[in-house]
């Protein structure tokens, strides 16, 4: 899967990453070529005090160093050029994912991965793009290379090589065995930390309720204890770990020098040649470092790359027909045949053989017990679920064969829990009418008894509306969806539960104000209230995910006995206040 993302995305960029290979060739063979004419400065140009040599040789060498400087540069540029382009292509490819989910999808992931996907993962895989860039050229050729100009120097001192290379491989191939598992349990502590943390940001409230202050913070004291374990460990790796490689390195100098210097006594070897060896083994020695340190980021780029794939191989659960299909609804009928529908994972159905018609200039209310299956109900209108069996059709045409955009341009929905978005009060108005005049919105307010408090508020139809739209009350929120619902003038509205929230006094008048604008259209409401929908066209009393009775008010009392029981609760409830 890693490599399959990173060829993937890294078509693009073939120039720039070309450009980086051939730049970290350049300033490879740069760095390989110095320590060789350092010793000829050496053994050729000071021995025998050569000033000419020394000149000619050193201007040469300046002249590689130069080089060297300003392909490094150039080839770390344009390094990090390319893996941030991959990383702001994979995260654009993981949200617009995201976005053709359905609810189901998302579901089955949830909201918290999703968000880890999309940015920490991402940047796991772009971090290994960018360390593959600079030492995927440089570090082999520098070993092998290495091990050939130090030949050159001085073949009888290669057993140095030979010892050195394997010894460092083994101390950091060790430490890497033990700092593997210990950087995988860390990425699943942060998860666990960032789970903790936002369950109790967005439940701080109940937490302050229900004082629960002290245990949630010895939950989070846990995660954070534990992350910090982990985190100990791998700092106590590292620790040993430059000590360590810092010994072997030395080790390797001092060994260059007591078996060198006695060549050099001997007249083997000349003291330049022995410095470029020196030079040379060091070298290597850093190049299998690095080389063993990009291993190690692998296996933990090969998990979030894995974790990516499964959100851009996610076929979302419904697929967009083609906008083409040229069916258009005639009207805003909305009618149920024989549906069904259960939640994936779910035993059985939530909804069972619900069949019914709502009709243009008609209200259509629906009432049952709590988890009855309401919202579920409504939710299928707009096919943010698809229906297990039966159909949905609207003005005749099956809700699959509509695009999501004629979805929407048909149906406006106030959900029962009212989400607004950061943004200002008229941003979030034309959602659904993105080119509504300022008139328009006023009108959609005034209807839904939002007029006063917005204008109440510093800056009105601009003033600031925080994510969530936390910054209003419950009340006011809710009001603030239906006003954006009213503003789109759709053919369907569907409201759930949307007037339980406002006192009665405003309810009623809400009500009488929706009149005008939805004289034309379908609605549907699901209401708690009995007092919200006495005088629908029609009643539909859900029951345990069953049409349990159809019928107007008058008619249902005679007839249902779920419907007696549903208003007689509530007139003992309102005799006992
Ligand atoms: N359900 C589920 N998964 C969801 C949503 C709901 O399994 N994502 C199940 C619940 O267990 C519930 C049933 O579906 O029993 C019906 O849920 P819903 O349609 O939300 O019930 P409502 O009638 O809307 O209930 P309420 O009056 O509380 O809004
Ligand atoms: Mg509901």
């Known amino acids: 899967m890693l490599m399959k993302l990173i060829m993937k995305h890294s078509k693009p960029y073939i120039g720039w990453i070309c450009a980086v290979l051939v730049l970290q060739l350049l300033t490879t063979i740069a760095t390989l070529y110095l320590p060789s004419l350092n010793a000829r400065i050496i053994d050729k140009g000071v021995t025998l005090g050569d000033v000419d040599f020394i000149w000619s040789t050193g201007r040469v060498m300046l002249a590689v160093a130069f080089v060297q400087v300003l392909t490094a540069v150039a080839a770390v540029y344009f390094g990090a050029k390319t893996a941030m382009a991959i990383g702001r292509d994979l995260r654009r490819e993981v949200f617009s994912s995201v976005t053709k989910f359905s609810a189901q999808d998302v579901n089955k992931f949830g909201a918290a991965t999703l968000i880890t996907r999309g940015t920490n993962d991402v940047q796991q895989v772009q971090m290994l793009v960018l360390m593959g860039l600079n030492f995927m050229v440089s570090a082999p050729i520098m070993c092998i290379g290495g091990v050939i100009m130090a030949l050159r120097e001085d073949p009888g001192l290669s057993w140095l090589v030979w010892v050195s290379v394997p010894v460092l491989f083994v101390v950091v191939g060790i430490l890497v065995f033990f700092l593997m598992p210990l950087f995988r349990e860390m990425q699943e502590r942060i998860d666990a930390i960032n789970g903790v943390l936002r369950e109790q940001i967005t439940g701080l409230r109940v937490v302050r309720a229900f004082v629960r202050e002290k245990h949630e913070t010895e939950r989070f004291e846990d995660a954070n204890q534990k992350l910090t374990r982990v985190g100990v460990r791998v700092g106590n790796l590292f620790v040993l770990m430059f000590p360590l490689i810092g010994m072997i390195l030395h080790i390797a100098t001092a060994a260059v020098l007591w078996f060198g210097g006695h060549r050099v006594d001997a007249g083997l070897v000349q003291v330049g040649a022995l410095t470029a060896f020196l030079q040379y083994l060091l070298q290597i020695l850093m190049a299998v470092m690095m080389g063993t340190f990009m291993a190690m980021m692998i296996p933990r780029a090969m998990v979030c790359a894995d974790r990516i794939g499964e959100v851009l191989d996610t076929t979302p659960s419904m697929v967009d027909p083609d906008t083409d299909s040229g069916t258009t609804p005639v009207d805003g009928t909305v009618a149920f045949n024989n549906v069904s529908f259960g939640y994936e994972g779910a035993e059985s159905h939530v909804l069972s053989n619900i069949s019914f018609t709502a009709r243009p200039g008609q209200t259509t209310a629906i009432i049952g017990s709590t988890g009855a299956g309401k919202t579920t109900l409504l939710n299928l209108i707009p096919r943010l679920y698809e229906a297990s069996e039966g159909a949905i059709t609207i003005g005749g045409v099956p809700v699959s064969e509509l695009s999501r955009a004629q979805l929407s341009s048909l149906v406006a929905a106030v959900p029962q829990r009212p989400y607004l978005f950061s943004g200002t009060v008229a941003s979030n108005l034309r959602f659904g009418a993105t080119d509504a005049t300022e008139d328009e919105l006023w009108d959609a307010l005034t209807i839904a008894q939002a007029k006063d408090f917005v204008s109440e508020r510093e800056g009105g139809l601009e003033s600031t509306v925080s994510q969530g739209g936390t910054n209003v009350s419950g009340g006011q929120r809710q009001r603030l969806c239906i006003a954006r619902a009213i503003a789109a ?72 006995a779920t419907y007696q029981e549903i208003v007689q609760s509530q007139l003992s409830a309102q005799e006992a206040a």
């Not at 509205?493 to 104000?513: E, G, P, Q």
């Not at 699901?526 to 006495?534: D, G, K, L």
């Not at 345990?544 to 007839?559: I, M, R």
């Open 489 to 560: 003038r759709p053919s369907i509205y569907l409201f759930d539960d949307s007037f339980s929230a406002l006192d009665v006094a405003t309810d009623a008048r809400l009500r009488a104000a929706l009149q005008e604008p939805t004289k034309d259209a379908t609605v549907i409401i699901v209401a708690q209230r009995v007092s919200t929908i006495t005088e629908a066209d029609q009643i539909i009393v859900l029951d345990d995910g069953q049409v349990s009775a159809v019928g107007t008010h008058s008619e249902l009392l005679e007839s249902s």
